[in-house]
């Protein structure tokens, strides 16, 4: 066979991220839903632990499901933490961590076409004022220090942390 450049062997690139479903973190948002009474119509949502990290400088994220995730899984939208990350934290800050990703989803419903939208919200600034009017912002300088802690981070590279 002769060489050829579109055969010849390339180097992958793999990725070491492991996905995988939570209990815990779906008992606590459950938890949460029912605290803070948070509707989101027939919207569904999977939670999953990302290890080690989604990033050594992003906690957790909240997105869109997209056409194909909704079809295969049934979720509209999926949150993703990282897992040392959430492994270090204690009871309470988890409970924020998923407070806040609970907060970008916002499903609405158009009368016009009698269905739901599924849109995601941006918070007011780093965080809600939802709930840094009634909780203060220290649980999130807790997940800042621990991933810092966790990951070495210099100063600078701390306060980009986010959520």
Partial sequence: MTENDFLSPA???????????SPEIEAIAKKVIEKHKMEFGPAEIGYFLVYPNISKQRAAKCMKATREVKYYSGNDYLIEVSGELWDM?????KEMVIYHELLHID?????KTQEWKMNLRKPDFADFYTINDKYGNEWYKTVQATASSLYDLD?????????
């Fill in 11 to 21: 180097e992958v690139i793999s990725t070491d991220k492991q996905l995988m479903e």
């Fill in 89 to 93: 934290l204690d009871g309470n800050t």
């Fill in 107 to 111: 499903p609405s419903f158009k009368s």
């Fill in 155 to 163: 100063p600078r590279q701390e306060n980009k942390v986010s959520l």
